[in-house]
């Protein structure tokens, strides 16, 4: 949730849209929990009986992450809620349940997380829990909160450990995040939000500090129900007439009630009520009297060209300077009267701000290490084999499924590793190498090089050991769950060339030109000269060279006269470029038109 009300309506006009490229080698933080409550919803939705779906979401989202979009996903995962969040969870557990507020239990301070939140939760809990596992396996950082997986991830943003955050709270900001992504799918052409803070403090003038102040005002993941009267466009205009340094102490000394700002806004108010605005005619509506008019047109009248006072249209607004200082005048004591308002109800609330909520948003430290040195980030290598028998176990897929969707994740770990070592080692457990580019391709609006990988050892497609069979075919993860492409990576495809095994997959192209710069040139060079070759064709067959002299229409088909003609004489001069010849033409009336013109142009 974050914040409540619609705030993420209020940052949408300064979201950037960011395609796919964009996370290319770059650290992300990803919320463990946004993920398995945003996809598990949709998954079960199309098919109720799906296995384990936070499984299957957190695997396939995973490899795509790291493969197609060339990331570094780092996962954090909340740790032991604070009392008051308990506390929220509680009462929107209520509020959606239909069930009656004022039965709502308390949590007591020292207990944490409540006994129903506990029962509640103790499902989603192991979800966490198996999705770490299988994100150790594959070979992904994790790192655990003390409370709030956005604040951590927040805290990596602002330090520079990472480079973004990948969640839908949009409280992050309030913990001093830098640049988040709210939604992010691998498989579509369109372009994902990303929001930094710098475009909301450029367009909405608002800091971290005056952030919190909204969020204390409009209700947050702490307090549900905030200030009564204050919806995000209000709290935004209240929190905009403080600078980012004050605001929390402003909202401090209304909440106690102090009223040294509401005497000197009455103070204001008496001076605007003594200032009198100058006469003006009921008749035209300029300044004046309508007496001294009806005698004497006024200057503005006779300057409109009427000789005598004119009627003033309906709307009329006069533009003088008196009306306008009057104007502001009235518009400044209505918004004067508007903050008075607005501090009631600021101070009618009990222990308002809740200083507790303002520590947990300005807490600096949010993680199990060191601040002076970070967390230690590494991305190792897949255990294979290990999560072979994970999912196995936990989502019943067939280890030929498993290890074809394993292989774009094992493909850019091995281009990787040869740019940044230039060493030539086998890909997939020694079994393939690179054997060159086949062709560029374009796959949901973005390029990519199709890579040919060959099998060490030559085979048949009749002599294939147990290992080569189970990369053949592409099998069903398994009878009891439908294949969903929701940010599946690609499928490799199977080639047997000649007796040789060959894989194909879609592979980065910078990524590949770090690794193989010489088999890129190669492939550029010889599809270069390719099209050139292709483009010398295709002019020699639409210009054939010929020594012909090119004839007119009226050489091809005569006219119908010069046929009868002809008819009547029984022979015809031949005009073709040949020479003139004569030539019987007894030709049958009788014959169809086209078999006679066959006859006559043969």
């Given at each position: 949730m974050g914040v409540g009300g619609s705030f993420w309506d209020l940052l949408k006009p300064y979201a950037r849209n960011e395609g796919v490229d964009f996370l290319r080698d770059k650290r992300v933080a990803v919320d463990l929990s946004y993920w398995i409550v945003q996809h598990d919803a949709v998954i079960r939705r199309r098919n109720p009986h799906a296995r384990n779906p936070h499984l299957r979401n957190t695997f396939f989202r995973t490899v795509a992450l790291f493969s197609k979009m060339?990331?570094?996903?780092?996962?954090?995962?909340?740790?032991?809620?604070?009392?008051l969040k308990s506390q929220a969870r509680i009462e929107r557990f209520f509020r959606m349940s239909g069930l009656d507020p004022s039965e709502l239990p308390k949590s007591v301070e020292g207990e944490g997380e409540v006994t129903s939140v506990r029962q509640r939760n103790r499902f989603f809990t192991k979800y966490v829990r198996e999705c770490m596992e299988l994100l150790k396996l594959l070979g992904m950082p994790v790192l655990e909160a003390h409370c709030e997986a956005e604040a951590l991830?927040?805290?990596?943003?602002?330090?520079?450990?990472?480079?973004?955050c990948i969640?839908?709270?949009?409280?992050?900001?309030?913990?001093?995040?830098?640049?988040?992504?709210?939604?992010?799918s691998s498989n579509s052409k369109e372009p994902f939000e990303c929001y930094n803070i710098s475009d909301i403090e450029a367009g909405l003038g608002l800091k971290r500090k005056q952030l919190i102040a909204i969020a204390l005002l409009v209700g947050n993941d702490h307090d549900l129900h905030g200030v009564p009267g204050f919806g995000v466009d209000t709290a935004v205009r209240f929190v905009q007439l403080y600078s980012d340094d004050e605001i929390l102490d402003r909202l401090s000394m209304i909440g106690k009630g102090d009223l040294d700002i509401e005497n000197g806004i009455a103070i204001n108010s008496t001076m605007f009520s003594m200032t009198v605005k100058s006469p003006h005619c009921t008749h035209c509506g300029h300044p004046g009297r309508k007496s001294v008019h009806i005698k004497i047109a006024c200057k503005q009248c006779v300057m409109n060209g009427s000789q005598t006072c004119m009627k003033k249209p309906s709307?009329?607004?006069?533009?003088?300077?008196?009306?306008?200082?009057?104007h502001k005048l009235k518009e400044h004591q209505r918004h004067e009267k508007w903050q008075v308002k607005m501090r009631k109800s600021i101070a009618a609330m009990p222990k308002f701000p809740n200083n507790e909520i303002i520590a947990l948003y300005l807490n600096d430290s949010h993680g199990y290490f060191d601040g002076k040195d970070g967390p230690m980030l590494k991305w190792d290598k897949p255990k294979v084999e290990d999560l072979v028998d994970f999912l196995s176990f936990h989502q019943n897929w067939v280890p030929s499924y498993i290890r074809q969707k394993m292989l774009p994740l094992l493909s850019t770990i091995y281009l990787r590793e040869i740019a940044s070592t230039q060493n030539d080692n086998l890909l997939l457990n020694e079994q393939y190498k690179f054997h060159s580019i086949m062709q560029q391709k374009i796959k949901h609006g973005h390029p990519f090089y199709l890579v040919k990988w060959m099998r060490d050892a030559i085979c048949t497609i009749h002599s294939v050991s147990n290992e080569q069979a189970e990369l053949l075919p592409l099998q069903s993860p398994g009878s009891d769950e439908s294949i969903d492409l929701l940010d599946e990576p690609d499928v490799p495809t199977v080639l047997v060339d000649d007796g040789c095994f060959f894989l194909l997959t879609d592979e980065n192209m910078d990524l590949v030109r770090a690794a193989f710069p010489k088999e890129v040139d190669r492939f550029l060079e010889l599809k270069k000269s390719t099209c050139k070759n292709k483009a010398e064709t295709s002019i020699r067959l639409a210009s054939p060279r010929s020594t012909e002299v090119q004839l007119s229409i009226k050489q091809?088909?005569?006219?119908?006269?010069?046929?009868?003609?002809?008819?009547?004489?029984?022979?015809?001069?031949?005009?073709?470029?040949?020479?003139?010849r004569e030539k019987s033409t007894n030709l049958d009336k009788n014959l169809p038109k086209s078999v006679r013109r066959r006859l006559l142009f043969d």
């Open positions: 060339g990331a570094y996903p780092v996962f954090v995962v909340d740790g032991e809620p604070s009392p991830s927040a805290q990596l943003n602002r330090e520079g450990h990472v480079d973004a969640t839908a709270d949009s409280d992050a900001f309030l913990f001093g995040a830098k640049c988040i992504i709210k939604c992010l709307g009329f607004k006069c533009t003088c300077s008196s009306c306008d200082e009057a091809f088909y005569r006219s119908t006269k010069a046929v009868a003609q002809d008819h009547e004489k029984g022979s015809f001069i031949d005009s073709s470029p040949c020479g003139k």
